[in-house]
């Protein structure tokens, strides 16, 4: 029989128990791989779902009515309800910041320029 590890176990294995970079499960806070590619608005709207369906776990109602008037998942609010009963409302916010972007302002205006040109001006 295959035994089971809890996510402290497999982040302390894999070295993320102590610098909070699990992302097997909700730890410390909701996590995306690497940003998961959310601005910074698409993040903190995100975290006002988890947030507003924190609200309606205090009423214990079910993850399916929270799932649908959220427009998510019935498995994502039961994550998150899991998180909210290990870590309370602190563990549904988002820990790490958006991902800053790779081009600068210039090298962005460059791109939009090129990109305008359309595919024939590139080959």
Not at 4 to 19: Q, V
Not at 63 to 76: G, L, Q, T
Request: with cysteine.
């Amino acid at each position: 029989m295959l035994r089971r590890f809890t996510c402290t176990e497999l982040c302390t294995f894999h070295g993320n128990a102590d610098n909070g970079s699990c992302s097997l499960r909700y730890r410390r806070g909701m996590r995306y791989p690497q940003g998961g590619g959310l601005t910074a608005e698409r993040q903190r709207f995100r975290e006002e779902l988890r947030l507003q369906a924190a609200e309606r776990f205090v009423g214990d109602e079910a993850s399916s009515v929270i799932a649908k008037d959220v427009r998510v998942s019935v498995r994502s609010v039961q994550w998150w309800r899991q998180a909210w009963d290990e870590g309370g409302p602190r563990a549904l916010q988002s820990q790490c910041p958006a991902s800053l972007p790779r081009l600068s302002e210039k090298q962005f205006a460059q791109l939009e320029q090129e990109l305008a040109k359309g595919p024939a001006a590139h080959g």
